[in-house]
């Protein structure tokens, strides 16, 4: 049989497939559809990081020699109203929900961040601190904060020094025996201060102790259905918790009454950074004192050793503390307003 020609065999293809696999320049393929549009997501909402910014922080290099701290220029706290048992520090999360967290690179990121900043922070930072201005970071405030514009001082869950309490049924990580500083708070204005060391408890008694402030006693003493002092003592570090139980909490009974031990909170956890950030604790190793109002606003903030113009300062505002929470709500406003003129009026006057 002989065989087929070339042409022969391009003829049989044409037959067999049709299509030729010449272009035709005339008709254009069609373009290829956008992909769809994804729907525009909402930006997420910021982590609440309260600083006290401006003139409040310190700006500085920590060996800066030159270094002045500065009055707060605003007031600080946290945004939000404390809550009863908020803070305990426990982790309340499920075993599903802890294995579904192991399982997310997202989350184990942000704990790697987070202990890349503690790592980072030197153990002695604090103490280095104290070589300047003995740790003061800033300057109490001479008038109060606008109760309008005042922040919320957050809530601390310790145990108390009350020897007969009755244990609650919740697991708070003292054996029921927790308490919320809210619930002592509210309705009272307080004189909060805030230790975690000896060192910071004798900058706190510069402040507060009778031989070195008697005027705040006796308003103290004179306004006891109104004004109250809360003393709360931070101890994170598992050692020296157990030796403060063990070997401090006698003595520091017998040095108050039954109503005072009630208002000495023992805290071993739940004090976030954004909760010493917020209220402007910058260094563990000083003390702190607050002046807050009956709904628990921060309306005046003293740290370190006291100056005598903050002291002066400390008895004046508590005393106009003391005297806007005696006065009805709906006749404060009118209140203070024909105050200030008269001291203002007063003042020029006097000039």
């Not at 994804?38 to 920590?62: E, I, M, N, W, Y």
């Not at 982790?91 to 184990?108: I, M």
């Not at 204005?189 to 070195?212: G, L």
């Given at each position: 049989?002989?065989?087929?020609?070339?042409?022969?065999?391009?003829?049989?293809?044409?037959?067999?497939?049709?299509?030729?696999?010449?272009?035709?320049?005339?008709?254009?393929?069609?373009?290829?559809?956008?992909?769809?549009?994804?729907?525009?997501?909402?930006?997420?909402?910021?982590?609440?990081?309260?600083?006290?910014?401006?003139?409040?922080?310190?700006?500085?290099?920590?060996?800066?020699?030159?270094?002045?701290?500065?009055?707060?220029?605003?007031?600080?706290?946290?945004?939000?109203?404390?809550?009863?048992?908020?803070?305990?520090?426990?982790?309340?999360?499920?075993?599903?929900?802890?294995?579904?967290?192991?399982?997310?690179?997202?989350?184990?990121?942000?704990?790697?961040?987070?202990?890349?900043?503690?790592?980072?922070?030197?153990?002695?930072?604090?103490?280095?601190?104290?070589?300047?201005?003995?740790?003061?970071?800033?300057?109490?405030?001479?008038?109060?904060?606008?109760?309008?514009?005042?922040?919320?001082?957050?809530?601390?869950?310790?145990k108390t020094l009350a020897a007969a309490q009755v244990r609650t049924a919740t697991k708070d990580g003292y054996g029921g025996?927790?308490?919320?500083?809210?619930?002592?708070?509210?309705?009272?204005?307080?004189?909060v201060s805030i230790v975690s060391n000896v060192w910071a408890e004798q900058q706190m008694m510069t402040f507060c102790s009778?031989?070195?402030?008697?005027?705040?006693?006796?308003?103290?003493?004179?306004?006891?259905?109104?004004?109250?002092?809360?003393?709360?003592?931070?101890?994170?570090?598992?050692?020296?918790?157990?030796?403060?139980?063990?070997?401090?909490?006698?003595?520091?009974?017998?040095?108050?009454?039954?109503?005072?031990?009630?208002?000495?909170?023992?805290?071993?956890?739940?004090?976030?950074?954004?909760?010493?950030?917020?209220?402007?604790?910058?260094?563990?190793?000083?003390?702190?004192?607050?002046?807050?109002?009956?709904?628990?606003?921060?309306?005046?903030?003293?740290?370190?050793?006291?100056?005598?113009?903050?002291?002066?300062?400390?008895?004046?505002?508590?005393?106009?503390?003391?005297?806007?929470?005696?006065?009805?709500?709906?006749?404060?406003?009118?209140?203070?307003?024909?105050?200030?003129?008269?001291?203002?009026?007063?003042?020029?006057?006097?000039?």
């Amino acid at each position: 049989m002989k065989a087929p020609s070339p042409l022969g065999l391009r003829a049989l293809r044409l037959l067999a497939l049709p299509t030729s696999t010449r272009r035709c320049y005339a008709s254009l393929p069609d373009k290829i559809p956008p992909p769809p549009r994804s729907v525009p997501q909402p930006r997420p909402v910021a982590a609440f990081r309260p600083t006290p910014s401006g003139p409040d922080l310190r700006k500085k290099r920590d060996d800066d020699q030159d270094f002045t701290p500065y009055p707060l220029a605003r007031p600080i706290g946290m945004p939000n109203s404390p809550e009863s048992g908020e803070n305990m520090g426990l982790d309340k999360r499920t075993l599903r929900q802890r294995r579904d967290d192991f399982h997310n690179y997202d989350k184990h990121l942000a704990k790697r961040a987070k202990m890349t900043k503690q790592i980072a922070k030197p153990y002695f930072r604090d103490w280095s601190n104290m070589r300047f201005h003995k740790g003061k970071v800033f300057v109490a405030n001479e008038r109060l904060f606008r109760s309008e514009h005042a922040l919320y001082f957050p809530n601390f869950f310790g145990k108390t020094l009350a020897a007969a309490q009755v244990r609650t049924a919740t697991k708070d990580g003292y054996g029921g025996l927790g308490r919320s500083t809210c619930d002592v708070m509210k309705g009272k204005v307080s004189v909060v201060s805030i230790v975690s060391n000896v060192w910071a408890e004798q900058q706190m008694m510069t402040f507060c102790s009778p031989e070195s402030n008697p005027a705040l006693h006796e308003v103290l003493e004179q306004n006891g259905d109104v004004a109250q002092r809360v003393e709360i003592n931070h101890e994170n570090n598992f050692l020296k918790w157990h030796l403060m139980q063990l070997f401090a909490t006698g003595s520091l009974r017998k040095s108050r009454s039954v109503e005072e031990q009630k208002r000495y909170f023992m805290v071993r956890r739940g004090v976030s950074d954004v909760m010493k950030e917020a209220i402007g604790l910058l260094n563990d190793k000083c003390g702190y004192v607050y002046l807050v109002d009956e709904e628990c606003k921060i309306r005046w903030a003293g740290s370190a050793v006291a100056e005598e113009h903050e002291k002066e300062g400390m008895v004046r505002n508590l005393q106009k503390l003391i005297q806007e929470a005696r006065t009805p709500k709906h006749q404060r406003e009118n209140f203070l307003e024909n105050k200030a003129k008269l001291e203002e009026a007063v003042s020029d006057v006097m000039i």
